[in-house]
């Protein structure tokens, strides 16, 4: 079965750097696109990043542009979120999300904090 699992998160402070990373497995990960998730309390769950599958082609979120990138390691399984320059803002659980044949699986986040 599909599975995602992510890690990296932690405590950091304002203007500090993370990287996200998600394995996964069950489904021929270099064919299908990925994507990063993020909720904060109280908001919906909003796209941060997005990696097609081989890895050619990125998109981002507006707010983090420029100090987010989203890349890929199609031998290992696994997708990655630089995280630079962090705002309290961006404080939130992540989340990878695959798209197989239109249907959406999801890991089970990943706590970023973002405080001094």
């Known amino acids: 079965q599909v599975q995602l699992v992510e890690s990296g998160g932690g405590l950091v402070q304002p203007g500090g750097s993370l990287r996200l990373s998600c394995a996964a497995s069950?489904?021929?990960?270099?064919?299908?696109?990925m994507s990063w998730y993020r909720q904060a309390p109280g908001k919906e769950r909003e796209l941060v990043a997005a990696?097609?599958?081989?890895?050619?082609?990125?998109n981002y979120a507006d707010s983090v542009k420029g100090r987010f990138t989203i890349s890929r390691d199609n031998a290992k399984n696994t997708v990655y979120l630089q995280m630079n320059s962090l705002k309290p803002e961006d404080a939130a659980v992540y989340y990878c999300?695959?798209?197989?044949?239109?249907?959406?699986?999801w890991g089970q986040g990943t706590q970023v904090t973002v405080s001094s």
């Open positions: 069950g489904f021929t990960f270099s064919n299908y696109p």
């Open positions: 999300r695959a798209s197989i044949f239109g249907r959406f699986y």
């Open positions: 990696i097609t599958s081989g890895g050619g082609s990125t």
